[in-house]
């Protein structure tokens, strides 16, 4: 199931498991998850892209070491909120994803999560080398913590 509303996103979500949150780039892939009360996002890895099929088993391998029940794509809208070929391409890698993996899908706005990532990398005293290797899997953890925040206020108004 692959969804922009969040309220059917979170209906679909199964209770005390983690949720996976992606940044898709050209050659790299983010990957963050959370515990599975879904409070805290953990940047995790970032898998270089090969071809679709290698990097989707990879995923699916990551799902299932972490109990994942549900994934956040970050959707790299244009900075006036207008979709551009960065989300096509991001709504095709969820479309070709949810053929090998069949549980809820959504969309988080991404605007700015890799400016946030690269700042507090920067005030971390992190060097260029190491901000390169992890800026990716630290702004999918900002894409997936965007997201459980908007989570526990809906979960708090139910």
Not at 106 to 119: G, N
Not at 141 to 158: C, E, F, N, P
Request: charged content about 25%; aromatic content about 6%; some cysteine.
């Amino acid at each position: 199931m692959i969804t922009d509303d969040i309220h059917d996103f979170t209906a679909a979500l199964p209770d005390m498991r983690a949720l996976m949150g992606l940044d898709l780039g050209d050659k790299t892939i983010g990957v963050a998850v959370s515990d599975t009360y879904q409070s805290v996002a953990t940047p995790l890895e970032t898998v270089r892209r090969k071809k679709f099929g290698l990097d989707a088993a990879r995923l699916v391998e990551l799902i299932g070491a972490r109990h994942v029940g549900g994934i956040v794509l970050g959707l790299p809208r244009n900075m006036d909120g207008s979709e551009g070929p960065r989300c096509q391409s991001t709504r095709a890698f969820a479309r070709n994803f949810a053929k090998l993996w069949d549980g809820p899908v959504t969309f988080w706005d991404e605007r700015l999560s890799t400016v946030a990532a690269e700042r507090a990398l920067l005030e971390a005293d992190t060097t260029r080398k190491r901000r390169a290797e992890v800026i990716d899997h630290v702004a999918a953890g900002y894409i997936l913590q965007g997201l459980l925040d908007r989570l526990a206020v809906i979960k708090r108004s139910t």
